[in-house]
């Protein structure tokens, strides 16, 4: 679908501003709630991690969630292929 | 018990300063005294909006800086009685605005007067901080569209974490959502978000919708708040708004396509 048939699909925009609109506010929210070291916490576990392993920085994700009473820092590091792993 | 009120938005031109003055004018009408402060130090607009530009010789900078007294430079309103405008210096920055000078001149505006609305300057930085830092109640003001909506949800996100109430852990700021710029027109053919829709995004307490109106722009030119003009839509709306925040249950009006009949001629586009 071209860009000129997108305008002229059939959603009416206030929907899709809606749409948009719903995800973006999502998305700020899960920003502004985290603490502001996770990001320079993310950027120094991938050089920890690219000494060993060829990873990109989309590899890793933070993130803290809180349930009640709790925090919980979560840590997802995809690893690649075997073929990547470097040799000590 | 003195209410303060910030009036803010994040975006700027959707209606702070038309909002401001109304609000001001409208609480002062039911008979509370307000002083209504402009913090858009360097950009003085609210002076116009009231219509005592000419009259303006000492600022809120001045009262800051003790160059002059606050009675100096509180404008009392030629229309209304009980309504006093603190204007907004043209000349210096918003750092002229510091927080013990901000406080100290609300402390004293406190003494005496009933509520004191803060016009807030658009942006999140100093000015308007300084705009919101003290403030028991804050109106949100939002046009349904899509940036303005989202800078209100990041001007919430401030009310509910920068404020002086929740420095002190004292109650949060009471937050209302008052949409402007609407038109019901627009809404019925999927052109614009609607009032649910705005309301279900940011889910804070609505407290009104003031349609679109040239009466708006011809009362600014006047220099007549437009909640004084009981023939437009938007002075009718900003006063079932004034009720609404004092507790009484009105219904939103002007929300809805005009039907035609004798209502929808008297009222059209006004």
Redo the contacts between chains.
Sequence with gaps: MGLFDYFHANR????V??E???I??AR??FH?NQPSFLPALQNELLEVIKKYVDIDQDDVTVSLDREEDCEILELNIALPEKGCYKEA | MTRIIVVTSGKGGVGKTTTSAAFATGLALQGYKTAVIDFDVGLRNLDLVMGCERRVVYDFVNVITKEASLNQALIRDKRIENLYILPASQTRDKEALTMEGVETVINELKETFDYIVCDSPAGIEHGAYMAMYFADEAIVVTNPE?SS??DS??IL?LLASKTKRVVENKTPVKEHLLLTRYAPER?K??????VD?IHE?LSIPLLGVIPESQSVLTASNQGIPVIINKNSRAGLAYSDCIGRFLGEEIELRFINTKKGGIFGKLFGGR
């Design positions: 009416n925009s206030a929907d501003a809606k948009r609109l719903s973006l506010i700020d929210h502004r | 899509i909506v989202r949800d990041r996100g809404v053919n999927g052109e614009m978000l609607s829709d995004i």
